[in-house]
């Protein structure tokens, strides 16, 4: 599936030997829509897979609801043989669905950082961290934000993530910059 199972998904066809590689996405309203706490199908389009086998791949089966959604779509619109679903992971405490294959069973919920989400992670991360050290300290230089980081969630993405996520926070207007320091817009 977009987005999260795009590189697995490639990577499978390599060992796998397949050459048709499609892509679905499904997923939940973020938060900036809470109204509608929903898994939908974005771009619907219809292939026709009738005599074929399908492996539906995605990074996680976290609660599994994209994915069930995904799979009743394909089965009832694609209509293939039959659809299997590959994952690295399944958050087995927490998934209304076990993947047929998995690479790790996850027993206590965890947020996995992939190499292709680093950026996203980084900046939701930073977002997270100033939000709440914020609210006593405004003024931030980019070592400070590093080293918060690595004490907080244990991980050193590398300079230039931090860099690009703070940039990023800048021009999203989360953050303002002024010569070495970074001030929480408040
Ligand atoms: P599910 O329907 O399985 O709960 P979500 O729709 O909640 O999946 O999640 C959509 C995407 O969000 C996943 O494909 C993955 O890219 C990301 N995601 C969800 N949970 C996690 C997690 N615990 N760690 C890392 N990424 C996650």
């Known amino acids: 599936m977009a987005r999260g199972g795009y590189i697995p998904a490639r990577l499978l066809c390599d060992f796998l ?3 048709n590689l499609l892509s679905i996405q499904s997923q939940h309203w973020t938060e900036a829509a809470k109204v509608a706490e929903k898994a939908l199908i974005k771009f619907k389009y219809n292939v026709d897979l009738s005599g074929m086998n399908a492996l539906l791949v995605d990074d ?3 609660t599994g609801e994209s994915l069930i959604l995904a799979k009743n779509f394909i089965i009832g619109e694609w209509k293939p043989n039959d ?3 590959a994952t ?3 958050i087995s405490p927490v998934a209304k669905l076990k993947p047929d294959f998995y690479l790790i069973e996850v027993k206590e919920w965890y947020w996995f950082q992939y190499p292709w989400t680093r950026l ?3 900046y939701q991360f930073i977002k997270r961290l100033l939000s709440e050290e914020g609210l006593s300290k405004r003024e931030w230089t980019l070592e400070e934000i590093i080293a918060k980081f ?6 050193d993405v590398g300079l ?3 860099k690009d996520a703070a940039d990023l926070l800048v021009e999203n207007s989360f953050l303002i910059r002024s010569d070495n320091k970074y001030l929480i817009k408040s």
């Open 17 to 19: 030997n397949v050459e």
């Open 60 to 62: 996680i089966v976290d």
């Open 83 to 85: 659809v299997k679903i």
């Open 88 to 90: 690295l992971q399944w």
């Open 120 to 122: 996203e992670d980084t």
């Open 150 to 155: 690595k004490e907080l969630y244990g991980v």
């Open 160 to 162: 230039n993530y931090f």
